[in-house]
């Protein structure tokens, strides 16, 4: 495999450390929700379905605000956006344990509205410090960094939460996304090329002028790819509960993230880009028949691979047509639009899946979440064919 790709990316100034940062400042993120649902079931003594409820408080907050502090970093630059951030999260996380369930709601929203912007000010630096042609293989390393995040957050909240106690997962949170926080402060990775710096927000852009159908696509796509991977989440832990297996979703899970860097490292190291409306149809179509491997963990694991091998590659290949198409001066605005869609696929994955497997069986499921995902690719292919047969009416991208 052609490595000198991540070696001229690493080899940037800045683009090194950046993604070694990323990788800390993400585990908290990753496992706010996980300690949240279980501070409530474990601390509060509700059920799954208030949890949930807490969850999707957090989420819908998050998916609401990720383009709102984008637009601030763009207009005012990177650490207001933090100050504010870093203020909120260390209110809530402090306070959330003295809270009653309903106020603990309403707090979660808002805690999810300010949110650390890690995800994205992390892309829009990698815009910023990576020339366009290098971007794929920065991109491709940076879902490798996320896929690490998803390994080792979560889990340590689980830890923390059952070993010790819900509330002191909640404080370590809390604790590692001010620390979070205060390293991206310190470090303050620059959201601009210096060539860019004179497309600045002094001259604002109206929306409608880079919103354009074909970003709007890319998003939409991104909504599709997190959409089945919600779905496959949810429908692996219900055919392992169904084969009385569930013992093995750690390990089964873990396989998962490992095709997924896989996955990423080979794309990243390719010659010619794939467009990502094609890489959500395969994940989506490799995604249909991973059922068939219900009834043993590692039948499970194994059919699970095609599918794997393609998460990070669709994740990277997203934010780099976002990087691509955004002017610089709503870049941040841009990659917080391209987080909540990200976001909110993965929030409507994982019930839609539920509601399937609940009606019928898990390995429905597999074949209801990927089937979806291919629907949704319908139009986009579509969108795509039109702009390639009529090229002189479609503007190149810039």
Do not use: K
Request: glycine share 10%; with cysteine; hydrophobic share 55%.
């Amino acid at each position: 495999m052609n490595l000198t790709p991540y070696r001229q990316a690493l080899a940037l100034p800045g683009v090194a450390r950046l993604l070694a940062l990323s990788v800390l400042a993400r585990m908290p993120n990753t496992a706010a929700g996980v300690a949240l649902t279980l501070y409530v079931v474990l601390g509060l003594g509700r059920g799954y379905a208030a949890a949930g409820l807490a969850g999707t408080a957090l989420t819908i907050g998050a998916a609401i605000g990720a383009p709102l502090l984008g637009r601030l970093v763009d207009r005012r630059g990177l650490r207001p956006a933090l100050a504010v951030s870093v203020a909120t999260q260390g209110v809530f996380w402090t306070v959330a344990q003295a809270l009653p369930y309903p106020a603990l709601l309403v707090a979660a929203v808002v805690a999810g509205l300010l949110s650390l912007p890690v995800f994205s000010v992390i892309r829009q630096s990698l815009a910023a410090l990576v020339p366009a042609e290098q971007r794929r293989p920065a991109y491709a390393l940076d879902s490798m960094s996320v896929e690490l995040s998803f390994m080792v957050g979560p889990a340590l909240a689980v830890l923390l939460a059952t070993a010790v106690s819900p509330r002191i997962a909640m404080v370590a949170v809390g604790a590692g996304l001010v620390a979070a926080g205060l390293a991206l402060f310190v470090v303050d990775p620059p959201i601009r090329a210096r060539h860019e710096e004179a497309d600045r927000a002094g001259a604002r852009i109206a929306r409608r002028d880079w919103l354009t159908p074909q970003l709007l696509g890319v998003l939409a796509v991104g909504t599709a790819s997190t959409l089945v991977l919600g779905g496959t989440d949810v429908a692996l832990i219900a055919a392992l509960r169904e084969s009385d297996q569930l013992a093995w979703t750690s390990v089964v899970l873990a396989g998962w993230g490992a095709y997924s860097l896989v996955g990423g490292f080979a794309y990243g190291a390719t010659r010619r880009a794939v467009p990502p409306v094609w890489l959500m149809v395969a994940l989506a179509a490799a995604t249909v028949p991973v059922g068939l491997g219900a009834g043993h963990w590692w039948t499970l694991g194994l059919a699970l691979a095609p599918a794997g091998l393609l998460c990070a590659p669709t994740i990277a290949a997203t934010s780099d047509a976002v990087a691509r198409l955004a002017p610089a001066a709503v870049r941040g605005e841009a990659m917080g639009l391209h987080g909540s869609a990200l976001t909110v696929g993965m929030a409507v994955g994982a019930p839609l899946t539920g509601a399937v497997i609940d009606a019928s069986t898990p390995t429905w499921g597999f074949v209801a979440i990927g089937a979806a995902g291919l629907l949704l690719a319908l139009p986009m292919v579509a969108m795509r064919s039109r702009r390639r047969s009529a090229p002189d009416r479609v503007p190149a991208p810039r």
